[in-house]
């Protein structure tokens, strides 16, 4: 099976290969002249306007208020692609867990996603406590 399955990904490989021929691509030059003239300049912005509060937030998290998450989109994706943790990426975890989510067989084979998926279903009228939640078990 494995062999058939490798032979039918060489296959799909070799077709897309001789369909894509780079020979048949121009470039119009005239058109990427006049794009580049109708450029807006733009300048640095000062030190004297740099809000060095700001700054310090750089490579944290921001919290998003659970109105820009839907519960309902949770719900799907935990159903759907739980195993992959891409439900916590939605709700705004670091990748880490997810990849925690992955290399313990879908959450600790299933079971993790799984109660993830109830949470969400029995607690989905406020969903704020679980969006950029850094633990792995977002409960």
């Given amino acids: 099976m494995r062999k058939f399955f490798f032979l039918v990904c060489l296959f799909v490989a070799v ?31 000062s030190l004297n306007t740099l809000d060095f509060s700001a700054m310090a937030t750089i490579g944290t998290a921001t919290v998003m208020p659970s109105k820009d998450k839907n519960a309902v989109a949770a719900i799907l994706l935990d159903f759907f692609l739980g195993g992959f943790g891409v439900h916590r990426f ?12 992955i290399l313990t067989c879908g959450g600790i ?28 078990f977002m409960w």
């Fill in 90 to 101: 939605y709700l705004g975890t670091k990748p880490m867990t997810g990849i925690g989510y």
């Fill in 15 to 45: 077709v897309c290969a001789q369909q894509a021929k780079a020979s048949s691509y121009t470039v119009n030059e005239q058109a990427v002249d006049q794009l580049f003239d109708n450029v807006v300049q733009t300048s640095m912005i």
């Fill in 109 to 136: 084979f299933g079971i993790v996603p799984l109660v993830d998926l109830i949470v969400l279903i029995i607690d989905n009228e406020d969903i704020s406590k679980y969006i950029n939640n850094p633990k792995f």
